[in-house]
């Protein structure tokens, strides 16, 4: 992937006289190339500068060394520094997570670019900063490309089927070019299909070429459907309700047509689910007990363990959508300028990325029973008290009670015999 430098350009800063020799000294090593150690001397300028000329400076060449930067961690370590002292300059702030996002995503860790662009968003709400987020799921769906018409001779009822699915693909491209890759496979695969049979091939041919050409226009970009689904929650939370349960349900129910947002793209993303699933939502949630920001965590029962790949995948893909809320603290530093030091809401804890055991079929799941220490915190406890968040299988949880109910009644027949 090419260097990304779509961020836009701060003014240019004069040196400031307090330490010009040291900033004379970190142009001269970038005018050479010597990009490490032009950084080890900024890295070390940000612990001694105070005034804000010097901080602008310093924000100068961070900016220009960026692009340079082999790894992450030593401005991890420094960075804090300077954004204590610089509180009242968001706009610098905002590019340092601009910055991060471009680097991250130059280096295909979508999910770390997309907690920088985060950060980003939350500093200021625009809308140049939900394109240079939204970009990653191009990333993504391109990702798709492989898996996409694997069939070197496809019937021409999947050829149809597979370019309705392009359709859905403009959700998340900002240009025709984005679609271009999945056009010119599906027109790769027409001219394998023997000569005898192309003529029945020859009207899908046409519309391929005539959608390559056709323009479209991107009426919000992905991060934006996100915000405006998370507002809608927690503008949920101010509807008045005299009875507390039907208050419960309600803010549980937008909850859910926010998580439906965010699972619909991600299907489109990774594609449809190759066998009967259920999310369900564990914690807080599962008890419809939620709070404005509560966090979300959750078990996916699965038809055919076969597919456990595919549904971490799929998790993957809504940790980067829910990241692009900027309420999950990834970084070990925090930008001084947001009213909150870590406003933390709506993230994915215990992730089924980290914690496998939140995948799999009925009687696995209800075989976590059989754990022998068990709190309150325990996934066999968590798991007991669930809400459906999106299934396309409704006998998974009939089929997860009723194992589930054995495995609880072997437990008290074991206490039984142990008492």
């Known amino acids: 992937m090419q260097p990304i430098r ?6 240019q800063v004069p040196f400031s006289p307090s330490h010009s020799s040291h900033f004379s000294k970190i142009q001269h090593s970038i005018d050479r190339q010597h990009f490490a150690d032009a950084t080890t001397m900024l890295l070390s300028l940000f612990t001694v500068v105070f005034s804000e000329d010097e901080i ?12 340079h930067f082999t790894s992450i961690g030593l401005l991890e370590n420094n960075l804090p520094h300077l954004l204590s002292r610089s509180s009242f300059l968001p706009e610098y702030q905002q590019r340092v997570a601009l910055e991060l996002g471009a680097w991250y995503r130059n280096q295909q860790k979508l999910q770390d670019a997309m907690h920088a662009f985060g950060k980003a968003l939350q500093i200021k709400n625009d809308k140049e900063t939900h394109r240079l987020a939204s970009r990653l799921f191009v990333d993504i769906l391109h990702q798709r490309l492989e898996k996409f018409l694997t069939n070197a001779t496809p019937s021409l009822e999947t050829l149809c089927k597979s370019l309705e699915e392009i359709q859905t693909f403009k959700l998340f491209c900002f240009q025709p070019e984005d679609l271009h890759p999945f056009y010119t496979k599906a027109l790769s695969r027409i001219n394998n299909i023997p000569f005898d049979r192309q003529e029945s091939y020859v009207s899908c041919r046409e519309e391929i070429l005539q959608k390559q050409l056709e323009p479209f226009t991107l009426t919000s970009f992905a991060t934006e459907r996100y915000w405006h689904a998370l507002q809608m929650l927690r503008n949920s939370f101010f509807f008045p309700l005299a009875d ?9 129910n937008a909850f859910k047509e926010m998580f439906n947002v965010f699972i619909e793209d991600a299907f489109i ?3 449809e689910a190759p066998c009967g699933y259920d999310i369900r939502a564990m914690g807080s949630l599962g008890r419809e007990e939620i709070c404005p920001y509560s ?36 970084f070990p530093f925090f930008f001084t300028c947001l009213a909150h030091q870590n406003p933390s809401g709506l993230h994915i804890d215990n992730s089924p990325t980290q914690e496998e055991r939140l995948i799999g079929t009925p009687i696995n799941m209800a075989a976590l029973q059989e754990d022998s220490i068990l709190g309150p915190q325990e996934i066999a406890c968590t798991s007991t008290k669930t809400i459906s968040l999106s299934q396309n299988s409704g006998h998974l949880y009939l089929e ?19 008492g």
Do not use: M
């Not at 779509?6 to 003014?11: T, W």
């Open 6 to 11: 779509e961020i836009p350009q701060l003014p």
């Open 56 to 67: 602008i400076c310093c924000y100068k060449f961070l900016f220009q060394l960026f692009p």
């Open 244 to 252: 507390a349960r039907a208050f419960q349900s309600h803010t549980a």
């Open 269 to 271: 993303l990774l594609g």
């Open 295 to 330: 966090d979300l965590e959750f078990l996916i029962l699965i038809e055919d363990d076969q597919y456990r790949l595919y549904f971490k995948r799929l998790v993957e893909i809504l940790e980067i959508q829910i990241a692009s809320l900027g309420e999950t603290q990834r």
């Open 400 to 418: 997860f009670r009723n194992q589930l109910k054995e495995e609880l009644l072997q437990k008290r027949a074991v206490a039984k015999l142990v």
